[in-house]
């Protein structure tokens, strides 16, 4: 094979989930063989793999009596393979794959691991996680490079006791052809859901996780009655609305709902590295109102607001500002948040620098 074996936590719709179904079959079709074992399973972002010509292998890694029988599955189907380079993503895919290499070393291969997150609480999370991430402090001197996709991410690491050999920041990149202003889109969206034209509209994008802090976001909806909210990701419908949100769960046309909608609104409380949230909504020409965690200062830049988190009074305020422009202020707000995607953050970008990385080490 050569080429590049990535191992991933699993296959369900988040961000690295995302961004490796991105680049993976960018990859290969510039000549790049890539292989893609996920540690729980299959998911949605497998068959997004399989359908661009990406092999996906899932191994069961649920229960700890399986760990020593799916770890030699990996190290048989990496002897098997034979990749150039194996890239790690995510604090249980960065140690699975570290031990499986060990078990399966060769002089040229390279280890790779990949961070997506920053300050983590980890108070909100299992004590199996906890132990993952200090497992990898441990042993984070074993990769060639460690990918962090935020400046964030890095400082985080850092202050939590990795010691790389290399730390690497590559952004998270958009596809700007995918993600775009829609006004077709725009229109049957709004008409499925029985928006009107004018009613101004707010999109959320993410799962329900203590980390995204959707309570901020709801209580800063309640301030603001007149705006609809539209919320996007699993376990959204669970969640208790003001009567101006909407929960649509989990969706696979999160391009066209962006299209449908006049800002996008991140509420992060903590642990965001790079929000593909965020970005993906500035590419289908939406401003961006965020709270101030992980590196979403620098991708908003000028184009929008950044508030502290926590602080739904804030968040509600700056909704209201961007909102409240007249029309010619937010239609340059509108392109300038787009054009700042496509030139700093373009997809094509990010491949071409993982590209560089996985030929040249």
């Keep these: 094979m050569g080429g590049v074996l990535h191992v991933i936590t699993g296959l ?5 989930e995302t961004m490796l179904s991105q680049i993976a079959p960018a990859l290969s079709a510039r000549g790049l063989p890539q292989h893609v074992v996920s540690l729980i399973g299959d998911g949605p972002i497998g068959a997004r793999l399989r359908s661009h010509g990406v092999e996906v292998t899932c191994l069961d890694l649920k229960s700890w009596p399986r760990w020593l029988w799916e770890i030699g ?9 034979d990749p150039d380079a194996i890239q790690g993503w995510m604090y249980h895919g960065d140690l699975i794959a570290a031990i499986a290499h060990r078990r399966d070393m060769r002089p040229g291969r390279r280890l790779y691991w990949g961070v997506r997150c920053s300050n983590m609480n980890l108070a909100d999370y ?22 962090a996709n935020s400046k964030a991410g890095v400082r985080a690491h850092l202050d939590a006791g990795y ?12 596809d700007t052809r995918r993600f775009r202003p ?8 709004r008409n499925n859901l029985k928006i009107t034209a004018d009613t101004p509209v707010v999109i959320h ?7 995204k802090d959707h309570l901020t976001f709801l209580l800063a909806m309640e301030r603001i009655p007149n705006v609809v909210g539209l919320l996007v990701g699993g376990d959204t419908e669970r969640l208790t609305l003001p009567l101006n949100v909407r929960a649509l769960g989990i969706r696979d046309d999160i391009p066209r709902l962006l299209a449908a909608a006049d800002l996008v609104v991140s509420s992060s409380a903590y642990g ?9 909504g500035m590419a289908t020409g939406l401003p961006a109102v965020a709270t101030d965690v992980g590196d979403a200062r620098m991708i908003v830049g000028d184009t929008g607001e950044v508030v502290d988190p926590k602080n739904p009074e804030a968040l509600a305020t700056a909704i209201t500002r961007l909102l409240n422009e007249e029309s010619g ?20 970008r990010v491949v071409e620098r993982f590209e560089n990385l996985y030929r040249e080490g």
């Design 182 to 189: 829609d006004p077709i889109a725009r229109a049957e969206v």
């Design 126 to 147: 299992s004590r199996g996680l906890r132990w993952t991430i200090r497992a990898c402090a441990r042993f984070s001197s074993f990769p060639d490079a460690i990918i």
């Design 205 to 211: 994008v993410a799962r329900v996780d203590p980390m």
């Design 12 to 16: 369900r719709v988040g961000g690295a």
């Design 163 to 174: 010691r790389p050999k290399r730390f690497l920041v590559i952004p998270n990149g958009i």
């Design 329 to 348: 202020a937010r239609t340059r707000r509108a392109d300038a948040a787009r054009l700042r995607i496509a030139t700093e953050f373009s997809l094509a």
């Design 73 to 81: 599955r990996l190290t048989r189907l990496i002897r098997r393979l």
């Design 272 to 280: 965001e590295g790079f929000s593909n949230a965020i970005a993906e």
